[in-house]
Structures are given as structure tokens and as C-alpha cells.
């Protein structure tokens, strides 16, 4: 039952490098999302996915883009990254379709920008 | 728009003691409530839910019941364990929004 899949999951940048996170789920779930996890933050929407071929913009999204590559996929693209991007991102799933907002999550990836 | 707030953590208990923790929400429309739980180094996964006002959402011993009258789903457990150690998330959602709003979350340290 792999569920969500997420990689990497620990990554060190330097400001300035570019990297993508990727996101994979096995449960044939039509809306997928990017959150990012930060001390008394919670969590905040970066992107999310609502099906193929579709994405929009959540609560954060300056400094990040994404490519629902299938249904299965979901990345997450630093194009030049700063410190302040120094998190814990999640991706999630759902089914949708109606969505009932029950989300299944990846492990996390924590990426720091030195 | 749509909010949560939950109370401050972290919340240390010892074992056996009662648990709450509070969330209230602001929410345009009619939404579905949730809790998430978080266990150190891990995602988030689903506790328990409610869709609908008086409903009561129940899992591993966790209850909360969907207040629409004090806008309230508070999350309560009889005899914590240590294995309950974790960050509790209150979230809600309502249909239309393709997105779940998520409050800051509160730690809960249970010792032995």
C-alpha cells in the first residue's frame, strides 16, 4: 500500500539552485495538492490540482510552480530558491469528484535553502 | 473566507488523564470537519470526521462532535496514551472549494 509517494525526502539547497519535488499516488485520486509546514504556521496551500490537466493557485504560491504531469503526478518546481522556502512540504491526494476534503498525505520532504 | 483556530500548544498530559483540545472555525457555507493527526516524522493522516451539524466523529478512542450552534468541533479522549503523542490538526471543508483549511495544530506530550 504505498498510497502517496514523495522524493526527495531530505535536500539542501543553496539560494539561488533550482529543484523539484516529486509527488506520486497509487489510489487513482483526481485532486492533488502541495502544502508547506512551517513552526505555528500549520499548514498552507501552496498549489493543488483539482484533476488532470488543471492547477490553481492556493495561499502561497510566489516562488513555486507545478505540472500535473498525469493523473498519478504531481511536482513541485523551485525555480530559484530562498531561504525563507526552508520548510516541510506535504503532498496530498483526494478522490473528488465530489471531493469530500478527506486528504491522504506523503511523508514529507524537508528542504532547507542555505 | 474559511478559518480554524485551535488552542495553543503544546499540551502535556500525563498518562490516563482527559484530553481536549478546542477548535472553532469560521466557515462560508455548510462545512465538513475533520481532525488530522500527525506522529513525529510522519504525514498527516485522518483521525476522525463530521459532516454535518450534531454528528459525532469517532476513531481509536478520539471523539468530537460538529457544534453548528457555537461553531465548534472540539477534540476529546477519555485516558490518553503515550503512544497519543503526536500534533493534532482541526481542518474543515466545504464543497465547492477544492481546498481544506487547516488550523496551526496543537502538540500533545503525553508522559508516563
Known amino acids: 500500500n504505498a498510497g502517496v509517494t514523495q522524493t526527495p525526502k531530505f535536500q539542501v539547497l543553496k539560494t539561488g539552485q533550482s529543484m523539484t519535488l516529486q509527488c506520486a499516488q497509487d489510489?487513482?485520486?483526481?485532486?492533488m495538492y502541495w502544502y508547506r509546514q512551517d513552526p505555528g504556521m500549520g499548514l498552507r496551500l501552496i498549489y493543488y490540482?483539482?484533476?488532470?490537466?488543471?492547477?490553481d493557485k492556493g495561499e502561497v504560491p510566489n516562488g513555486y510552480n507545478v505540472s500535473r504531469l498525469n493523473k498519478r503526478e504531481f511536482s513541485l518546481r523551485l525555480e530559484s530558491a530562498a531561504p525563507s522556502q526552508t520548510s516541510v512540504y506535504f503532498c496530498?491526494?483526494?478522490?473528488?469528484?465530489?471531493?469530500?476534503?478527506?486528504?491522504?498525505f506523503g511523508e514529507g520532504s524537508r528542504l532547507t535553502v542555505l | 473566507g474559511n478559518s480554524v483556530t485551535q488552542m495553543e500548544g503544546p499540551v502535556t498530559l500525563s498518562e490516563e488523564a482527559f484530553l481536549t483540545i478546542n477548535c472553532t472555525y469560521t466557515?462560508?457555507?455548510?462545512?465538513?470537519l475533520f481532525w488530522y493527526v500527525q506522529y513525529p516524522g510522519e504525514g498527516l493522516q485522518l483521525l476522525l470526521k463530521?459532516?454535518?451539524?450534531?454528528d459525532k466523529g469517532s476513531n481509536k478512542g478520539f471523539e468530537a462532535t460538529y457544534r453548528k450552534e457555537t461553531t465548534s468541533f472540539h477534540l476529546e479522549k477519555g485516558s490518553v496514551q503515550v503512544s497519543d503523542s503526536a500534533v493534532y490538526f482541526c481542518?474543515?471543508?466545504?464543497?465547492?472549494?477544492?481546498?481544506?483549511?487547516f488550523g496551526t495544530g496543537t502538540k500533545l506530550q503525553v508522559i508516563p
Open positions: 490540482s483539482a484533476s488532470e490537466g488543471t492547477t
Open positions: 496530498a491526494s483526494s478522490a473528488g469528484q465530489p471531493n469530500t476534503g478527506e486528504l491522504f
Open positions: 466557515a462560508t457555507g455548510y462545512p465538513s
Open positions: 463530521a459532516t454535518k451539524a450534531d
Open positions: 481542518a474543515l471543508f466545504v464543497g465547492g472549494y477544492q481546498k481544506v483549511t
Open positions: 489510489m487513482n485520486h483526481n485532486s
